[in-house]
């Protein structure tokens, strides 16, 4: 299955974890990619890779980020609209 997310400037995405195998790709802009306790800052053309059941999630700063996500197999809860990372918060909120 494939997802592609735009977040926002200032966004802090709920940490989690889903059996699913996920990947992704960043499109555009930066963000810091967090996965199992440890904050990597990535910039446009980074790749990742989340095993099912390891927690993660993005936090983005002044530049929002385009993101391509990956999943296998696919996401059940991403089968319905309106679902997944468009639950975020600004950071702060």
């Known amino acids: 299955m494939f997802s ?6 200032h966004s ?3 940490i989690h974890s ?4 996920q990947w992704g790709v960043l499109l555009e802009g930066r963000c810091v990619r967090i996965q199992d ?10 790749f990742w890779h989340s095993p099912g059941g390891v927690p ?9 980020a385009l993101v ?4 296998s197999p696919p ?7 309106g679902e997944g990372f468009g639950e975020s918060l600004p950071a702060g909120g």
Do not use: C, K, N, S
């Not at 996401?75 to 609209?81: F, K, L, P, T």
């Open 75 to 81: 996401r059940e809860a991403y089968r319905r609209g």
């Open 4 to 9: 592609v997310v735009r977040i926002a400037p």
């Open 37 to 46: 306790g440890q904050e990597v800052e990535v910039e446009a053309g980074a």
């Open 56 to 64: 993660h999630g993005i936090r983005t700063g002044e530049v929002g």
């Open 68 to 71: 391509l996500d990956i999943f």
């Open 12 to 14: 802090t995405g709920t």
């Open 18 to 21: 889903h059996p699913e195998e």
